[in-house]
């Protein structure tokens, strides 16, 4: 009997390891729309957008960071990444012109800030930055 229940749970496991693994190419690995909201961090983009308003610039900058790795794959991506650049905090800025500059299709605005700072931003590496990365989105220079 015993050896009967150990089989019982052995032979369960498989099943439901099968059971996972057809969700999970069901739900996501089809190629089609995307099942959900985009998620970075195991958190959905909008949280991150919304911890680009937080005082705290350490806050602010994880959330640029996991913007940066969404890129073009959440529209409202560009929006927060353009405030970001405006950001009071250098290191914040700095993050958000790699960041905006990982973009495969910038707003006409990141484009216009990054040339804009790239000319006046108060520090000289956010300047540096902005500059290569007007260069690497295809602007001026």
Known sequence: MMMLGKLGIAAR????????????????????????????????????????????????????LKLGNVGDADPSVAEGLLGALDDPDVLVRRDAILAAARLKTPTPAIREKLESMSRADRDPRARELAGKAVVRLGGGG
């Not at 996501?28 to 195991?42: F, K, M, R």
């Open 13 to 64: 496991r498989p099943v439901v390891l099968t059971m996972v693994l057809a969700a999970a190419f069901v739900g996501g690995c089809g190629g089609g729309e995307p099942s959900g909201p985009v998620l970075a961090g195991g958190r959905e983009v909008k949280s991150w957008i919304k911890d680009l308003h937080d005082p705290n610039p350490r806050v602010r900058r994880q959330a640029v």
